[in-house]
């Protein structure tokens, strides 16, 4: 079953770079990594995607190494409003059927 | 309009009702997805339609729930005789088949159903 894996939780504080780590062992070779961001009582948000090394938003960056086997979403300065809960996904098998996990809760404090 | 519409977004049913679900994807997009998502866990896959065909559908899909998307534009999702544990934010998502390599789609709001 295609799996990422990802922390379940963490904190920071307001301005700080916050960088998510997500791994996905078993990519295959044409896929992509999507990250999603989701707030209370909202659908999740697509935010970016990537396929290898670096990709720039302007929401966030993305980091993908050579191997492929994890990715790191990086969020520059954090401010309260990105307090929300953040997708890994790669597609499952020969599907491209978005599929979560648990995602990583983010909370930023004053 | 350029996302996706779900109506309606909030519904309070009483156990044993039925309910059903609307919603609207982005015009251009053949792909349409339902999920059921409740608190403190990740959305989770209910059917997916290309276009007006049902191509897959979740083992979370119970024969009281089903859906359509009849003329490959709108789709529906009803659920018969709601049961307490139906409670959740129910989620539509769209996406185009030419994103074919990546998991990119677009969620709308979400219906919040309520069984009491």
């Known amino acids: 079953l295609a799996k990422t894996t990802q922390p379940i939780s963490m904190d920071s504080y307001e301005g700080q770079e916050v960088n998510i780590t997500c791994s996905h062992n078993?990519?295959?070779?044409?896929?992509?990594i999507t990250w999603y961001q989701q707030f209370p009582s909202q659908g999740p948000r697509f935010i970016i995607q990537g396929y290898k090394t670096k990709v720039t938003n302007e929401v966030a960056s993305l980091f993908i190494p050579a191997d492929r086997k994890s990715s790191t979403l990086s969020l520059p300065r954090v401010s309260l409003s990105d307090t929300a809960v953040y997708y890994c996904l790669k597609p499952r098998g020969g599907s491209y059927i978005p599929t979560f996990g648990r995602g990583t809760s983010l909370i930023v404090h004053p | 309009d350029t996302g996706v519409s779900q109506n309606p977004r909030h519904k309070i049913t009483k156990r044993g009702q039925n309910v059903t679900f609307r919603c609207d994807p982005i015009?251009?997009?053949?792909?349409l997805y339902w999920y059921r998502q409740t608190l403190g866990q990740g959305p989770e896959f209910l059917t997916y339609f290309q276009n007006e065909a049902q191509l897959e559908k979740s083992r979370l899909l119970s024969d009281r729930f089903s859906a359509e998307r009849p003329k490959g534009s709108f789709s529906t999702l009803e659920i018969q005789r709601t049961e307490q544990g139906d409670s959740a934010m129910y989620l539509c998502a769209s996406s185009s088949s030419r994103t074919a390599s990546s998991t990119e789609a677009f969620f709308g709001q979400g219906t919040r159903l309520t069984v009491v």
């Open positions: 078993n990519i295959a070779t044409n896929d992509y």
């Open positions: 015009s251009e997009h053949n792909r």
